[in-house]
Structure formats: C-alpha cells, structure tokens
C-alpha cells in the first residue's frame, strides 16, 4: 500500500498512476512495498526533522524513515515541496519531473541504495534516471 498525505495545500495529482510508477519501481528493484507513506511537507516541517531525528541544521529535499523488513518495504518518506519547487526551476527541469525524482530517490534508499560517496551519488542517480525514464510515467 502506498500513501500520499499533505502537511500543506499540496495535492498530488494522478495518485493511482504514480502509484503503479512506485510498485513497479519497487519490483525491478527486487522488493514489494508493504506500507510506504509519503508525507509532502514545506522547508520548516522538513528542517524541524532533520534537526530532530539527523541532528542536521540544513534544508532538504527528503527524509525517509525506513521500517522496512526484509524484502518488503515500509516508512514514511517526507517531501518539501519548498525544496522541490526550488530545485525544478534552478535545474530548469518541470515539477513534476523533480518531484519526481525525489520520489524515487526516497524509495530508493529503502531499497538499499545510498548516495554518501561521489560514486554512489553517480550510481544512486543513474538508478533515479532509469526509474524516470519508465513508460509508466509518461
């Protein structure tokens, strides 16, 4: 089961389809998604987390809490919008496009995928492209 919950006026459209996109995602990764949530949020709600939880004083785009038990996918991944708006228009690329992505970049993660060295960032964002790239999406 996949979730979409909002702590602001964010909606998100095409729920059923970006639904789909996830679970296939999820598949082609080798995992099945029990009860993943994501939680759109602003800069603050996402900034209060980071500081809460990672002890880190920064904006970001997403923070996934990852429940997951072995093959079978659970948590709750939390994205700003702030952030993502923000970052579409300095990457020059749609909203939806980098929502996206940020999408993705969290079920990734829960996957097994991490992105702290250089060479994982390149492979964690290989992986993201791929995923976008699916007919599912378009």
Not at 4 to 33: C, M, P, Y
Not at 37 to 66: A, P
Request: glycine share 6%; with cysteine; hydrophobic share 35%.
């Amino acid at each position: 089961m996949i979730g979409f919950n909002s702590e602001t006026e964010f909606e998100l459209e095409e729920q059923e389809e970006t639904k789909a996109w996830l679970n296939h995602v999820a598949r082609l990764e080798g995992f099945d998604i029990s009860e993943v949530n994501y939680i759109f949020c602003n800069d603050e709600y996402l900034l209060n987390l980071n500081k809460s939880y990672l002890n880190h004083d920064t904006y970001t785009d997403v923070i996934g809490f990852d429940y997951s038990i072995g093959k079978n996918l659970q948590g709750d991944i939390y994205i700003s919008i702030d952030r993502v708006r923000e970052n579409a228009q300095k990457f020059d690329v749609k909203f939806k496009h980098e929502l996206h992505r940020v999408m993705v970049h969290g079920l990734l993660h829960f996957c097994g995928w991490s992105d702290k060295s250089d060479s994982e960032r390149a492979g964690m964002r290989e992986r993201e492209d791929f995923h976008l790239s699916s007919a599912l999406l378009n």
